[in-house]
């Protein structure tokens, strides 16, 4: 079974760019996560979908990052305009059905530098 | 609001030893506590979970334990081998916030050969 996969793995901009990350997950999974991991520390939830809604955006810094689902698959997550704290890594999961005792299965993430 | 404290954040054992992992929590709505396993490059991938009604979950080498009334639950990594070096967190979920993953900061293991 094909993991979750996550482009491009690297990525350096300079502040005030914007730039844009892509996550295919696991097929038949029907939520789909977008962490934070900011080095050494733990990885942060950013948003959650089930299938093509929105469950989760509260932590999602709404005046610059914005992300969609389309169709239910893949998904994007965008930052606009970048700042140099938004250096992270950028992780993407999904699992099944999105319940308490569902695994989320991590993509290898995509690793941003704002210069 | 720091949810989760986890220690030590760095951790060095012999191969053949036994690794302890540390974690603490503040919310008691949390039901399902998860730890995560994280290779350099790589995502976290699920290690071992427990749930609160059992005090104890053993997969292999791995076992957690969990005190409820403490609010404490702890990673036991038996005969550790330089395999297991990575980084390590525990995490916590309770149903209301749907699926949220609410980590620890990690703990980096080093297994010397």
């Known amino acids: 079974e094909a993991g979750v996969a996550q482009s491009p793995r690297y990525k350096i901009i300079e502040k005030r760019q914007s730039v844009a990350f892509w996550c295919n997950p696991i097929?038949?999974?029907?939520?789909l996560y977008w962490y934070q991991q900011i080095l050494g520390q733990g990885p942060k939830l950013l948003i959650q979908?089930?299938?093509?809604?929105?469950?989760?955006d509260s932590q999602l810094p709404k005046d610059r990052f914005s992300a969609e689902r389309l169709k239910g698959v893949d998904s994007t997550l965008k930052i606009q305009p970048a700042k140099l704290e938004d250096s992270a890594v950028y992780l993407c999961?999904?699992?099944?059905?999105?319940?308490?005792?569902?695994?989320?299965?991590f993509g290898p993430g995509t690793r941003l530098t704002v210069l | 609001q720091q949810q989760v404290k986890q220690s030590p954040q760095s951790l060095i054992v012999q191969k053949g030893g036994i690794s302890i992992i540390n974690c603490a929590y503040e919310?008691?709505?949390?039901?399902?506590f998860p730890w995560y396993q994280q290779f350099p490059g790589k995502g976290p991938a699920l290690l071992i979970a427990?749930?609160?009604?059992?005090s104890e979950k053993k997969e292999g080498r791995f076992t957690i334990s969990f005190n409820k009334s403490a609010k404490q639950f702890s990673l036991h990594i038996m005969d550790s081998q330089p395999g297991d070096s990575a980084t390590y967190f525990c995490?916590?979920?309770?149903?209301?916030?749907?699926?949220?993953?609410?980590f620890g900061e990690g703990t980096q293991l080093t297994v010397n050969p």
């Open positions: 427990i749930r609160p009604d059992v």
């Open positions: 995490a916590a979920k309770e149903e209301t916030s749907g699926s949220r993953l609410t």
């Open positions: 999961a999904s699992s099944l059905v999105g319940g308490i005792t569902d695994t989320q299965y």
């Open positions: 097929s038949g999974h029907a939520t």
């Open positions: 979908f089930q299938n093509n809604g929105v469950v989760d």
């Open positions: 919310n008691t709505a949390f039901d399902y």
